[in-house]
């Protein structure tokens, strides 16, 4: 299985295997950093194809078998030049900021959403593999949140994504100290949920997102929606059971999905 660019946007391709998008970081003069022009072709895709009805999953990964290098390490050196004060700095963290943009649209957008990672994954590109629903790793990646050996704390949702993933412990060893970590650790620690041979991680990707898509579109969302807020105590649950069930209760797709089970056929769902 293989995906064919249909376009070609600065330093990112979007191309698609039937109704789902596939997403590539590509900068390859730069083992895919993630430069600014980047994000932004990142975050404008994102927003056009999630709200696009055809659209029923995406894939991320990168190009020339490695994810991302990180960061633009250029663009810090030009940025430190700048001398920028606290509030830049700060602001430049802020809720609006791009990187948080983007691990937002990932982490709680209505689509799923399934990282394939080749190679290399490191700093911001560590926490793009993390956000998302489902992580497919080749047996060669290599993965780090090393920006505490920059001199940086971690950014890009690490405190949450990475914890919520392998736990508070294994999160603290792994951002305090900001070692590589192999594919192998990375699945027994929960970071990942599926190791693959070299050059083979896309198309496990492709078949974990296909399995997300046959999902009711609505249930889907609203069931990602709730694990993204509700798992931190009972109550917090009880009430988005509460909410979200009478929702999907009278959505045409359960109505579907009960008639082609009593039928004995495939159900077609639309999201309604």
Same mark, same amino acid.
């Given at each position: 299985?293989?995906?064919?660019?249909?376009?070609?946007?600065?330093?990112?391709?979007?191309?698609?295997?039937?109704?789902?998008?596939?997403?590539?970081?590509?900068?390859?003069?730069?083992?895919?950093?993630?430069?600014?022009?980047?994000?932004?072709?990142?975050?404008?895709?994102?927003?056009?194809?999630?709200?696009?009805?055809?659209?029923?999953?995406?894939?991320?990964?990168?190009?020339?078998?490695?994810?991302?290098?990180?960061?633009?390490?250029?663009?810090?050196?030009?940025?430190?030049?700048?001398?920028?004060?606290?509030?830049?700095?700060?602001?430049?963290?802020?809720?609006?900021?791009?990187?948080?943009?983007?691990?937002?649209?990932?982490?709680?957008?209505?689509?799923?959403?399934?990282?394939?990672?080749?190679?290399?994954?490191?700093?911001?590109?560590?926490?793009?593999?993390?956000?998302?629903?489902?992580?497919?790793?080749?047996?060669?990646?290599?993965?780090?949140?090393?920006?505490?050996?920059?001199?940086?704390?971690?950014?890009?949702?690490?405190?949450?994504?990475?914890?919520?993933?392998?736990?508070?412990?294994?999160?603290?060893?792994?951002?305090?100290?900001?070692?590589?970590?192999?594919?192998?650790?990375?699945?027994?620690?929960?970071?990942?949920?599926?190791?693959?041979?070299?050059?083979?991680? /896309? %198309? =496990?990707?492709?078949? *974990?997102?296909?399995?997300?898509?046959? &999902?009711?579109? #609505?249930?889907?969302?609203?069931?990602? @929606?709730?694990?993204?807020?509700?798992?931190?105590? /009972? %109550? =917090?649950?009880?009430? *988005?059971?509460?909410?979200?069930?009478? &929702?999907?209760? #009278?959505?045409?797709?359960?109505?579907? @999905?009960?008639?082609?089970?009593?039928?004995?056929?495939?159900?077609?769902?639309?999201?309604?």
């Amino acid at each position: 299985m293989s995906a064919q660019p249909q376009s070609d946007v600065m330093e990112t391709q979007l191309s698609w295997e039937g109704d789902i998008a596939v997403l590539t970081i590509h900068n390859p003069s730069r083992r895919n950093a993630l430069s600014p022009p980047v994000r932004e072709d990142m975050m404008r895709h994102l927003d056009d194809l999630m709200a696009n009805r055809k659209c029923r999953g995406i894939v991320m990964t990168g190009s020339g078998g490695v994810y991302s290098s990180g960061g633009d390490v250029k663009n810090m050196k030009a940025r430190s030049g700048r001398g920028m004060d606290f509030s830049e700095r700060r602001l430049n963290q802020s809720p609006d900021a791009l990187s948080h943009k983007i691990v937002r649209t990932l982490m709680e957008g209505p689509k799923p959403v399934v990282q394939a990672v080749e190679g290399p994954a490191l700093g911001a590109g560590l926490a793009y593999a993390l956000a998302g629903d489902y992580t497919v790793a080749a047996s060669n990646a290599k993965f780090s949140g090393a920006q505490v050996l920059r001199g940086l704390c971690p950014d890009g949702g690490f405190y949450y994504t990475l914890t919520v993933r392998c736990g508070p412990g294994r999160a603290r060893e792994l951002l305090l100290s900001g070692r590589s970590f192999t594919a192998q650790e990375a699945e027994k620690y929960g970071i990942v949920h599926e190791v693959v041979e070299p050059g083979k991680a /896309l %198309e =496990a990707g492709l078949k *974990a997102c296909e399995r997300f898509a046959a &999902v009711p579109p #609505l249930a889907f969302a609203l069931t990602k @929606s709730a694990m993204n807020h509700s798992y931190h105590t /009972l %109550e =917090a649950c009880f009430r *988005a059971e509460q909410d979200y069930q009478p &929702v999907v209760g #009278l959505s045409k797709d359960h109505k579907e @999905s009960v008639a082609a089970f009593l039928e004995k056929r495939k159900p077609v769902y639309t999201g309604e």
